[in-house]
């Protein structure tokens, strides 16, 4: 719960402090809605997921940023709901044409905290960035290791929209039970002219097939931009993704 309420109090701050800190940072704060078909061995459910989420880059100095992240997700999966909250610190170094560093993260669900660490790179060739995220994590009272990588591409067909697709691998290794998940999936997002406001989407498909298990999610959301355009914040570090982007499947 200290965590659920820390998530929410730093992205309702990011969310009023967004035109303040528009000259010195870049990030974003978003909404959006999503749909996923679960399928369990012979059983199949299906529920929606509503989340808010926020980042900011902040240069530090001349080569350095540290990048705060966050989210609040409600979701209702038919047997009743649920709510998670994540948080993400990174600290990064952009020489020319790439970005490197690491980060630090924390996840709550259903009473349980994930806490993660890692690293990730990228790499800018022209109006394509590469990503590469690699890290672990433990879920504590379920004496629980998790370890994630996933590469991500980024084309920018202009400043002010981008495609993306990327692949993800996590196992999990609970006491004598030991799981592996693979992710894969595609998304967009469009920045409108003259304006902070993109809307955005995607597509998900997971499995582990330990577990007889597949997901596919459908995503669509509304996100305010501060700082810079979509490439901008890109290229800035707003975007890093963090223990979310391995481990937000197992949430």
Known sequence: MKLHLFVTAALAAVSISAPAFAADAVGSVGLSAAHTELDLGAVSADGEAYTLDGSVALQTAPNWTVTLGGAVVSADAGAGDDTTAAGDVALTYAGSDWRAGGFVGAGESSGETLWAVGGVAQ??????????TVGYGKVDGLDADLWGARGDVR????DTFRINGGVGVARIDAGGADADLWTIG???????????????????????SDLDL??????????????????ARDRSGADLGGASALFGALQ
């Open 214 to 231: 597949t997901a596919d999610t459908v995503k669509i959301g509304l996100r305010f931009g501060f700082g810079g355009d979509l490439k």
């Open 186 to 208: 595609a998304g967009a997002e469009y920045q409108f002219a003259g304006t902070p406001w993109s809307v955005f989407g995607g597509v998900d498909h997971s499995e582990a």
């Open 155 to 158: 084309y920018f067909v202009s």
């Open 123 to 132: 790499k800018h060739i022209g109006d394509v960035t590469l990503v590469g």
